[in-house]
C-alpha cells in the first residue's frame, strides 16, 4: 500500500516562498509519476505540476500555465521524495495542496486527476495579501 505524506504548508505574504515536500512510501515499482494538485474553497482540484521518477532519474517535469517560472517541481536526494518550490506567491495560489503518485507512463496526461491512484492528507497554503 503506497502512502504519501506531504509537510511544509503553512502561512506567507504575497511574494514570499515556501517549500512543500511529499514522502512516498511502500511503492516497490520501478518507476512512478508524482505530482501536486491544489484546491480552493469553491473550486476543482487543479493540477499544479508533475516530474516523473524511475530508479535513479527524475526528468519530464510539467507546469500549470499559471505557475510556470514561479513553482519548481524536483526529486529530493530521498530515493520517493517530490518537492514543490513555490517562488513569488500569490493570494491565488491559496489552496488546499495535495500530493499524488500514478503509475502511466511518462506521467501521460498529468493534470487528469483520474490517472492517480494515490493521494495524500493534503497540506494548506495560505498567502496573504
Known amino acids: 500500500q503506497v502512502q504519501l505524506v506531504e509537510s511544509g504548508g503553512g502561512s506567507v505574504q504575497a511574494g514570499g516562498s515556501m517549500t512543500l515536500s511529499c514522502a512516498a512510501t511502500?511503492?516497490?515499482?520501478?518507476?512512478?509519476?508524482m505530482a501536486w494538485f491544489r484546491q480552493a474553497p469553491g473550486k476543482e482540484r487543479e493540477g499544479v505540476a508533475s516530474l516523473y521518477f524511475t530508479e535513479w532519474l527524475a526528468f519530464g517535469a510539467s507546469y500549470a500555465d499559471s505557475v510556470k517560472g514561479r513553482f519548481t517541481i524536483s526529486r529530493d536526494n530521498a530515493k520517493n521524495t517530490v518537492l514543490l518550490q513555490m517562488n513569488n506567491l500569490k493570494p491565488e495560489d491559496n489552496a488546499m495542496y495535495y500530493c499524488?503518485?500514478?503509475?502511466?507512463?511518462?506521467?501521460?496526461?498529468?493534470?487528469?486527476?483520474?490517472?492517480?491512484?494515490?493521494w495524500g492528507q493534503g497540506t494548506q497554503v495560505t498567502v496573504s495579501s
Open positions: 499524488a503518485a500514478g503509475t502511466m507512463q511518462y506521467c501521460g496526461t498529468w493534470s487528469s486527476l483520474s490517472g492517480y491512484r494515490y
Open positions: 511502500g511503492y516497490t515499482g520501478s518507476s512512478i509519476c
